[in-house]
């Protein structure tokens, strides 16, 4: 397992460096934003650990370029004030976790050994939705127990949407993820890519699990899931 560290703060970059190496992770260290990215989108790492100021460019722009690159790296980001906004800055830009400064050694290990532990999950457990299946392991898609081909843009919008059954992926979400940088909204792509998979997944199927939500985006979700009504 290696973790890329980017961290300007050469005391607490050597100090999480050598605390890891305890644990028998390899750890690399950058420090500062530009040499973080270069370093992530260029060797596969498990993990990186993110500081938000940095020199050249900051962890928030740092995190959001590799996620529109395709690096789906987990990243923790480490915040110098516990505020809600940075906290929301920080996962909006594509971060997995946070922990706020001055924190616990022993924290950032749990939270490293968690994120590795859900990463491993996500990456294998097959997800499925009514008689929908698809499996991330081998890429297979079913619905009803036969197989269904798609292209490699209509399997990352797919594997997208599963993994929010009954949210709304709305156009932009959608776009950048699928997209990424050169994603325009008024293009009617998403919804081309939509009917694409509405055909090989939904049609001759009586129960439809892409739904439209006007002006919105779309959702999938299985209709036959009850709903709790209060009284
Ligand atoms: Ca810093």
Redesign the pocket.
């Known amino acids: 397992m290696t973790i890329l560290v980017v961290?300007?703060?050469i005391k607490i970059s050597r100090f999480i460096k050598k605390g890891l190496e305890m644990e028998h992770y390899t750890v690399e260290i950058a420090y500062d934003g530009q040499d973080g990215y270069e370093m992530a989108e260029l060797n596969s790492y498990d993990l990186i650990i993110l500081?938000i100021?940095?020199p050249k460019m900051s962890g928030i722009e740092m995190c959001r370029k590799l996620r529109l690159a395709k690096v789906d790296t987990p990243v923790i980001m480490l915040t110098a004030r516990d505020t809600i906004e940075d906290r929301v800055k920080g996962l909006d830009a594509g971060a997995d976790d946070y922990l706020t400064k001055p924190f616990a050694f022993g924290e950032l290990v749990a939270r490293i050994r968690a994120l590795l532990r859900r990463e491993k999950t996500v990456k294998t457990t097959e997800l499925q939705i009514d008689d929908l299946k698809l499996n991330p392991a081998t890429h297979e898609v079913y619905r009803n127990n036969k197989e269904i081909q798609l292209s490699s843009k209509e399997y990352r919008l797919l594997d997208y949407m599963m993994r929010r059954p009954g949210y709304v992926c709305t156009r932009t979400m959608i776009g950048e993820h699928i997209w990424g940088y050169n994603f325009k909204d008024d293009s009617n792509v998403i919804d081309v890519y939509i009917s694409y998979l509405r055909k090989k997944i939904d049609q001759g199927f009586r129960n439809k699990l892409i739904h439209t939500i006007r002006d919105v985006g779309y959702k999938i979700k299985d209709k036959t899931v009850k709903k709790v009504v209060k009284k």
Request: aromatic residues 0%.
């Open positions: 961290e300007d703060e500081d100021m940095l």
